[in-house]
């Protein structure tokens, strides 16, 4: 993921992702993904704005549960 965000040049993305279960709740393996993620793209000054998780009736985003 952040070697196509530097093949892009891009300065910052956000992540999305769905849950087949349907349930968005954010899992420990989400959230450690995601941290390993945050520190690789820092390392190369890409910002992660954002983490959604699409489930079947709604979403959740780490950065509105004070994740990121």
């Known amino acids: 993921m952040v070697k ?8 910052a993305v956000i992540l ?3 849950h087949p279960s349907g ?12 941290r390993q ?5 820092r390392a190369v000054g890409v910002v992660v704005h954002d983490h959604v998780v699409i489930g ?7 950065r509105a549960m004070a994740l990121i």
């Open 4 to 11: 196509r965000a530097l093949e892009l040049n891009a300065s």
């Open 16 to 18: 999305v992702h769905n």
């Open 56 to 62: 079947k009736e709604r979403d959740a985003s780490f």
């Open 37 to 41: 993620i945050e520190l690789a793209a």
């Open 23 to 34: 349930d968005p709740t954010q899992t420990q393996a989400d959230i450690y993904m995601t």
